[in-house]
C-alpha cells in the first residue's frame, strides 16, 4: 500500500497577512509600549526617591544611637570634639570603670529596677485583667460612666497628680521604698491597658460565656478559664509595654527615691553626671549601653506578640 504525498502549495504572503490586524495598528502597540516603558521608568525614580528618603530618615534617626555606642568606647576628653563614628582608639575601660563608678556596683541599680518592674507587670496584667473583664462582661449601674471616667484618666499628664499622690505616700511612710511605684499599678491606673484588654475581650464571642455558664460556670470561673487563656496577645502586649515605660521611667523614681541604696537604672544614670566636677561621660554612655540591652532583648524577643496584640485589639 503506498502513500501519496501531495505538497501544499507555499502560502501567499499577501493572503497570509489578511486575517492578521491591518498595518496601522503596529504604531499603536509601538506608542503603547513606549508609555508604559516610560511609566514604569517613572515608577522606578519614585520608588528610588523614597527608598533614598527612607534611608536618609532611618540613618538620621539611628544616629544618636550610634555615636553613643561609639562614644561608650572613646577616651573621654575625645567624645564631644569628634562628632563621627569612626573609633581611632578602643576605650573598654569606661565599661569597667562605669560598673563600679557609684555607690555600689551597677548590677545593684539594675536589680532595683528589675524588682520595680516585675512588680509593676504583674501588678498590672491582675488589676487591668480584672477591671476590663468588668467593662467588658458585667452589666452594672454607671457602666458607661465609670467608662468614660477611665477613659479621661488616659489624657490626665501623670504631673498633675504627681503632688497630691507624694502628699498621700510621704503621710504614709512609703517614701524611699519601693511601694509608691507598685501600688498604683495594682489599682489599675494604667488605663491604657485597660482600654486595651476591653477591646480584645469585646472581640471574644460570648457564646463561649453562655457555654460555660449553662455548665455553671460563674463569672470568676469563666474570667480564669474562659477568658484569660484566650487573651495571651493582650497580656503579652501589656508585658511589654510596661516592661519598657517602667524599665526607662526616670520621673517617678526620681521623685520617691531619695536614698542610693534604692535607686533605679534612670535614677543612677543620673548620678554620674556630677556638676562641682568632671563628669566622666564615656562611663555615663557605656552604663547606658548596659542598660538598654534588656529593653532591646525584650522587644527583640517580643515584638511579634506586641504586633499580633495591637493588630486584635484594633488600637492603631
Not at 550610634?66 to 573609633?87: A, C, K, Q, Y
Not at 507598685?182 to 485597660?194: E, G, I, M, R, S
Not at 557605656?286 to 488600637?315: C, E, W
Request: proline share 6%.
Amino acid at each position: 500500500m503506498t502513500t501519496k504525498l501531495q505538497t501544499l502549495p507555499a502560502p501567499d504572503k499577501k493572503s497570509a497577512g489578511a486575517g492578521k490586524p491591518t498595518n496601522h495598528r503596529k504604531p499603536k502597540k509601538a506608542r503603547e509600549s513606549r508609555g508604559t516603558l516610560a511609566f514604569s521608568r517613572l515608577q522606578r525614580t519614585k520608588a528610588l526617591v523614597k527608598h533614598a528618603i527612607l534611608i536618609l530618615a532611618g540613618a538620621l534617626m539611628i544616629y544618636p544611637l550610634l555615636w553613643m555606642v561609639v562614644s561608650s568606647l572613646r577616651p573621654n576628653e575625645v567624645i564631644f570634639r569628634d562628632p563621627g563614628l569612626w573609633l581611632n582608639s578602643l576605650e573598654m575601660s569606661n565599661y569597667t570603670d562605669g560598673w563600679s563608678a557609684l555607690t555600689h556596683p551597677f548590677g545593684h541599680y539594675m536589680l532595683n529596677s528589675a524588682i520595680v518592674v516585675v512588680g509593676s507587670i504583674l501588678g498590672n496584667l491582675i488589676s487591668c485583667s480584672m477591671a476590663a473583664y468588668a467593662f467588658a462582661r458585667l452589666q452594672f449601674t454607671g457602666k458607661k460612666l465609670f467608662f468614660g471616667i477611665m477613659l479621661l484618666t488616659i489624657m490626665l499628664p501623670f504631673h498633675v497628680v504627681i503632688v497630691p499622690q507624694y502628699i498621700l505616700f510621704s503621710q504614709i511612710g512609703w517614701v524611699n521604698t519601693f511601694w509608691p511605684l507598685l501600688v498604683p499599678k495594682l489599682l489599675a491606673t494604667d488605663a491604657f491597658f485597660v482600654f486595651l484588654m476591653v477591646q480584645f475581650i469585646r472581640g471574644i464571642p460570648k457564646d463561649l460565656d453562655e457555654a460555660a455558664r449553662i455548665d455553671g460556670a460563674g463569672h470568676p470561673r469563666i474570667f480564669l478559664r474562659v477568658i484569660l487563656p484566650l487573651m495571651v496577645p493582650a497580656l503579652a502586649t501589656t508585658t511589654i509595654f510596661t516592661f519598657i515605660w517602667t524599665w526607662n521611667d526616670f520621673f517617678g523614681a526620681l521623685i520617691y527615691l531619695t536614698d542610693p541604696d534604692m535607686f533605679t537604672v534612670p535614677v543612677a544614670l543620673r548620678a554620674f553626671v556630677d556638676s562641682q566636677s568632671a563628669t566622666s561621660w564615656g562611663s555615663l554612655f557605656a552604663m547606658s549601653i548596659v542598660s538598654l540591652l534588656p529593653v532591646f532583648l525584650v522587644f527583640l524577643f517580643g515584638q511579634r506578640f506586641l504586633i499580633k496584640g495591637i493588630a486584635t485589639t484594633g488600637i492603631k
